[in-house]
């Protein structure tokens, strides 16, 4: 069974940082391009950033842009978004994705696979 596992997430204060992960189980994500998606309460889900299977292309919200930093280690097929300088506006559930077609991962259309996420809360 293929799976997609979130961690990291917690309760942190605003200019704070936390680093979240997703290990993917079931399969190689080696050649997947994969990515962090957030949904705060009331609002629809949002796409944060992503990267290619090679890392060698990296794109970010421009909400999140030199703030986040997202890297994966296909070794051990996780992902990982590093979180700095947090903002309260940054509280939503983040979920991990993966897609072997980067266009269809970055829109957030027709992904292949889900995490279940992890919630992220900043407080002023």
């Known amino acids: 069974q293929v799976q997609l596992v979130e961690a990291g997430g917690g309760l942190v204060q605003a200019g704070g940082s936390l680093r979240l992960s997703c290990s993917a189980s079931g399969r190689t994500f080696s050649t997947y391009a994969m990515g962090w998606f957030r949904q705060a309460p009331g609002k629809e889900r949002e796409f944060v950033a992503a990267?290619?299977?090679?890392?060698?292309?990296?794109y970010y919200a421009d909400s999140v842009k030199g703030r986040f930093t997202i890297s994966r280690d296909n070794a051990k097929n996780t992902m990982y978004l590093q979180m700095n300088s947090l903002k309260p506006e940054d509280t939503a559930v983040y979920y991990c994705a993966a897609d072997p077609i980067y266009g269809r991962l970055r829109l957030g259309v027709r992904v292949e696979y889900w995490g279940k996420g992890t919630l992220v809360t900043v407080c002023s």
């Open positions: 990267l290619i299977w090679s890392s060698t292309v990296t």
